[in-house]
């Protein structure tokens, strides 16, 4: 089993930005896949950032250009770092860990307990 924790999350103003950390712990070799998603009231989970073991990354339209994900592979962590944060950013992002990049965007691994980001206007 793989055990995920984020944190880093806050509020920042719109135009600012934050570094979301993901420590994970356990089985972690079992894991080729690492993503961040995000969970908005009223809107579906979305995936916004992933990145495999070989370096790999894949964003959201809507964040790229302005998210960029990366890991330590020394520290076991995944980074999220966030610029130019706008005010529909705001969700609950939460870590996800999977064997493969395609089990990743379906959802299917381990999750963080999510950590909340709050961009204000």
């Known amino acids: 089993q793989v055990q995920l924790v984020e944190s880093g999350g806050g509020l920042v103003q719109a135009g600012g930005s934050l570094r979301l950390s993901c420590a994970a712990s356990g089985s972690i070799f079992v894991s080729n896949a690492m993503g961040w998603y995000r969970q908005a009231p009223g809107k579906q989970r979305e995936l916004v950032a992933a990145?495999?073991?070989?370096?790999?990354?894949n964003y959201a339209d809507s964040v790229k250009g302005r998210f960029t994900i990366s890991t330590n592979n020394a520290k076991n962590t995944a980074y999220l770092q966030m610029n130019s944060l706008k005010p529909e950013d705001t969700a609950v992002y939460l870590c996800?860990?999977?064997?493969?990049?395609?089990?990743?965007?379906?959802?299917?691994?381990?999750w963080g307990q999510g950590t909340q980001v709050t961009v204000s206007s």
């Open positions: 996800a860990a999977a064997r493969t990049l395609d089990l990743l965007s379906r959802g299917s691994g381990a």
């Open positions: 990145i495999t073991r070989g370096g790999s990354t």
